[in-house]
Each structure stands twice: as structure tokens, then as C-alpha cells.
């Protein structure tokens, strides 16, 4: 029978060095992507004004920023960090606003726009539950508010419809729950804050 040579074998310990390395790779590039870093309280404001001249208020400080487009019919303001966003629509030409305007009716009340928007969330977001509404004036005029949770209860935030005098503005506000005690003060700050352009 013919001498058949075995195999070169690895020292132990330097198999071990070259599974753990391979292991902490795999990690580095798989499972740290999917570590959320908390939320840090937001310290300060900065004043701001859409685009469109719709409403100023205050943003919070060195979050991503857009004051979306002169003279569109639909504006979209946003404040973006991490996994935490306010969105601040102000719509001139929502389907049931066209809707009444073209049929000659009065402005759809408050309510009904906050319910459509609801429904509009339903769909932007996986397993939405909305809960109770509650109604106040704000600085944009007559308002709704409503809490949601969505993904599973991963997501919270809110919504708020207000019927100004030209527009309807929607605020919606959410992050990741763990980060919701953080960062509601921010988003409650934000809301408050919004006013007509003068």
C-alpha cells in the first residue's frame, strides 16, 4: 500500500485565534448594524420657517433638516435623527379639502381630516393602534391629537391635525418606544411651538 502523507493540522491555539477572528468579522459586519444607540435628550431649538411661509416654529438643534419647497401645494417639513422623526405637512389641496372646495361645501371639520390621516398611517406603518384622541386649540387653531403605537409596539408617537386658516397641518411624531420617554419633551416642544407665518 502506497505511504500516504496526512494533511497538515493547525496548532489549537491558532485555530482558535483564526475562529475568533472570523466570529468578531461576522459580528462587526451583521449584528452592529443592528444596535440601536440611545436617544440623548434634546438641549436646544433653533427657530425656523417653511418654505412655503406656512408656519414658523422651533426645531431641535442638530437634527436633519429639511423646510421643504417654495410655493408647493403640499410642504413637508422634516426633522430627522437616527431612527427618531417630526414631520410637519402643510397641505393646501388634501383630497377632502379639493373635495368640499369643489362641491362648494364649508372646510371638512377637523375631525374628519384627522381621521383620514389616521387611516393614511395605517398604512405607512406596520401593525399601527391608534389610541385616544384628545381635542385643544393650539397655535395653528382647532387641533386633534392621537398616540400610536406601531411594529409590534416598537414604535411610538403621535399625530396632530390642526384646521388652519388657508391649510391643514399634520405633525407626526415618533421614534423607537425605548427612546419615547426622551424625547417626547422635544416633540412636545416642536408641536407647541408651530404658529401661522406672519
Sequence with gaps: MPFMSRPPVLPRALFLRILGLALATLCLGGCHSHTHTPAVPV?????????????????PTGWATDLGE????????TFDLDDAHIRIICDGESSLMSDALHMGAHRPAVDTLHADKLLDLGTDFQKFQAGTTN?????LGQSLQTPFTAEDGNITGYLVTANGTDKVFYIVCDCPTSDWTTLQPAFDHVTSSLKPSS
Excluded at 135 to 139: A, L, N, Q
Design 43 to 59: 438641549s436646544s431649538f433653533t427657530p425656523f420657517t417653511a418654505a412655503d411661509r406656512s408656519c414658523t416654529g422651533d426645531g
Design 70 to 77: 417654495e410655493g408647493a401645494a403640499v410642504t413637508h417639513v
Design 135 to 139: 381635542s385643544y386649540t393650539s397655535g
